[in-house]
């Protein structure tokens, strides 16, 4: 694992392209965007790997894509929705 | 109301049912059962015999006893309903069968069903009060318990909590002079009986949401509704449901499943009429 991990337990769906989540205390609904980033999060991609499919599928500057995946990622872990493993923490985009 | 007489003094009793919690109200004070008989009869249910509250005056103060044992004491006596509602509306929720809990009002017409999730301070009483005085069903005006299976309603048809940011919209349902109401409401909450919104208005078990609508009160606001996405539907179902956990694996399913079983709005609002009459007009336009 050398990537951010949706965390086990972390019940989500897919509805009309957003994302709802459901972590056994809180929901948590993300638009299309956050839900690309949230899917990709296996813990085998690295933030810039997530920057890179990305920028793939939105055309959108890479600075600013950058800037929005780790403000997402930091997101997550402030609600406890990424696995604790503390590997992933050199591999957010600076 | 039903009355029996004890050893030493006539006892009566009040045997009611809220959702799957089924409780009996005892009092020896008879004014207040008089009183607590009025508030809570629109949960009566002949059958309900479980758990016991029992009421005691001592000169002016209560205690209350659940099951024999003390649950509160020295409570003023206008504050007792208050104690015994919030106490039955909590336990209500976690009684079985698990369901979906909405904190939310409801009115209905025939099978058909508005939900009004909301929370606290919102103008969900308000607006449930002014939807069953122009002429739908009450199904409640805080907790709807919905069936996670067929999404069926089941009425909890408890007085109507008025608190008082509230009670200037609503001048004749106050207590009045020189009444038991008047005796037994503190004033930052009246507990009104639904027969007094409106006589045989309780709403049909077994409805299905057509309308969902969120309403929320913002002082000086136009009366505005905005569509909301099923996610965001699934958002605001779930935020304000106090039961999410019993349902174990089947949250998202069944909130995903509520959601799209009727469209929703967020409805905002300073004037009640007007926003009485927008759930109307879209409620009209769903049926």
Redesign the interface.
């Known amino acids: 694992m050398t990537g951010p991990r949706r965390r086990d337990g972390v019940a989500s769906r897919e509805v009309d392209g957003d994302v709802v989540l459901w972590d056994g205390d809180a929901l948590h609904l993300l638009d299309p965007r956050a839900a690309a980033v949230w899917l990709l999060l296996d813990g085998r991609r690295s933030g810039p790997d997530v920057c890179r499919v990305l920028a793939q599928r939105f055309a959108a500057d890479a600075a600013q894509l950058e800037a929005d995946v780790a403000g997402l990622l930091a997101w997550f872990a402030e609600r406890g929705l990424l696995a604790d493993d503390g590997q992933y923490g050199d591999s957010l985009p600076k | 109301m039903r009355a029996a007489i004890g050893s030493a003094h006539a006892e009566i009793a009040l045997r009611c049912r809220a959702l799957g919690y089924e409780f009996v109200i005892r009092c020896a004070h008879p004014e207040l059962m008089a009183h607590l008989g009025h508030v809570f009869g629109s949960l009566e249910d002949p059958a309900a015999d479980a758990h016991v509250y029992e009421v005691q005056d001592f000169a002016g103060w209560a205690q209350i006893t659940l099951d024999g044992a003390v649950a509160v004491d020295n409570v003023r006596l206008p504050d007792v309903v208050e104690f015994i509602q919030t106490h039955v509306n909590l336990a209500a929720v976690v009684a079985p069968p698990p369901r979906l809990f909405l904190h939310a009002g409801g009115v209905s017409s025939g099978l058909d069903a508005v939900v009004l999730p909301a929370a606290s301070g919102s103008g969900k009483t308000s607006l449930t009060v002014a939807l069953v005085g122009a002429g739908l069903g009450y199904l409640s005006d805080e907790a709807l318990a919905v069936d996670p299976d067929d999404l069926s309603i089941t009425p909890f048809p408890k007085s109507f909590t008025i608190k008082a940011s509230g009670q200037h919209l609503f001048p004749r349902l106050g207590p009045a002079p020189g009444t038991l109401a008047e005796r037994f409401t503190a004033p930052y909450a009246w507990h009104v009986p639904v027969a007094e919104v409106r006589r045989d208005c309780v709403g049909t078990a077994g409805c299905r949401a057509r309308l969902i609508i969120s309403p929320r009160y913002v002082a000086g606001s136009p009366t505005e509704v905005r569509p909301l996405?099923?996610?965001?539907a699934?958002?605001v179902l779930?935020?304000n449901s106090s039961s999410?956990?019993a349902l174990g694996?089947r949250?998202?399913?069944t909130?995903?499943r509520v959601?799209r079983s009727a469209p929703a709005y967020a409805l905002t609002f300073s004037d009640l009429g007007a926003a009485r009459a927008e759930v109307l007009r879209l409620f009209e336009e769903v049926r």
Not at chain 2, 229 to 232: I, K, P
């Open positions: 996405s099923h996610g965001e699934m958002l779930g935020q999410l956990r694996d949250v998202l399913e909130l995903e959601a």
